[in-house]
């Protein structure tokens, strides 16, 4: 044999060492019934939801749109000059969209967040404030300055209660209906608090609204009224006796107005308001004469050279006739020791004299006692 044929000492004494039993079917299948099975180490898992659970992807946008609501509410703290003033959600909400970049966010959105973590201390609150919309307002503060939101802490904060009540609402649901949606659709909105000034403006406007209805109603009515087609009169309701009943009534309307303004005390006559415009002029003209024979104690002028002096100083248009049946109860009735109109053939004068003039309060009391 050649070397590499020829065993070993060394295998010689392991092939010694190898013990081979044979062991007969029936052996190990008595050992097998003998043996008593292990209990597993684990229980089987259960159907539960856990806390630690991935969640779905509405709610992880929900998360998202949590993370962009903050975001937006301290770019506007730092630009407006702090978070403890109110703010208005009408301007807020384009700036969460913009940062969100899902869809635009309504006002319900932001009551839906907002409503998760009201039930372990709100820290935000939705004021009604009637016309000028709703406002946002921090109620608490966290023991920081105003102008300081920390915003990790509260989006950590907002997660643990979204994972919470996420959690409670999967355990209480049946598998087939275990949706993000359907647990978004049936989340509570935040109420909203209405201040008294908005109640006081509330009621206010609303009986406003009540009278705009009521007009709108009648309005309605009478239009309605006026589109009603009317019963045509045909040719034969349109006799004799008819045009002369209608004939009848008429005429006794005409008398009916003709006594009662018979009734009536008559009204003034021409000359009587002529006369009553006259003594309305008199205390502008006494005015313009005191100008006219002023440092003089006796003044002359000729009728048409005072027609034109008037004119051109009273405010109101006057007419010839009107100076000359001013002037001439002036002479006559109110102050004629002031002034006197002299006629001479076809010539008219008038003379002013400055000592004859009264006072004003005496010349309101002899127009007041002429009627005026």
Known sequence: ????????????????????????????????????LETPPTSPESDTVQPNAVLPAELRDLLSLHTSFLTALSLHSAHNGGSASAISIKALLPQITANWRKRSVTLPD?????????????????????????????TEQSGRTNNYIDEGELNAFFESCLRKAWVKWANA????????????????????????????????????????????????????????PQTPVTSIAKDTTGIQNRNTSLLDRILAKQAVASSLPAGPT??????????????????????????QPRASFSMTAMVQHLQQSL???ITREEVE??????????????????????????VVTKGGKIGFADLKERLANAGA
């Open 1 to 36: 044999m050649s070397p590499s044929q020829t065993p070993t000492k060394n295998a010689e004494r392991l092939f010694d060492r190898l013990n081979i039993r044979a062991t007969s079917p029936a052996t190990q299948t008595s050992s097998r019934k003998g043996k008593t």
């Open 110 to 138: 932001i009551r839906k967040i907002l409503a998760l973590v009201q039930q372990a201390g709100p820290s935000f609150a939705l004021e009604d404030r009637a016309r000028a919309g709703v406002f946002l307002v921090r």
């Open 173 to 228: 649901t049946p598998e087939g209906l275990l949706t993000g949606r359907a647990f978004i659709r049936q989340l509570p909105l935040v109420d909203m608090v209405q201040t008294e000034t908005a109640k006081n403006t509330s009621a206010l406007f609303s009986r406003g609204q009540q009278r705009l209805t009521d007009l709108k109603a009648g309005q309605a009515a009478a239009k309605a009224e006026a589109a009603t």
């Open 270 to 295: 021409r000359s009587e308001l002529e006369r009553k415009s006259a003594l309305h002029r008199v205390e502008d003209v006494t005015r313009v004469l005191d100008m006219l024979a002023a440092g």
């Open 315 to 317: 405010r109101t248009p």
């Open 325 to 350: 049946r001013c002037l001439g109860i002036m002479a006559t009735e109110i102050m004629p020791t002031f002034v006197r109109v002299i006629s001479s053939g076809s010539m008219n004068g008038v």
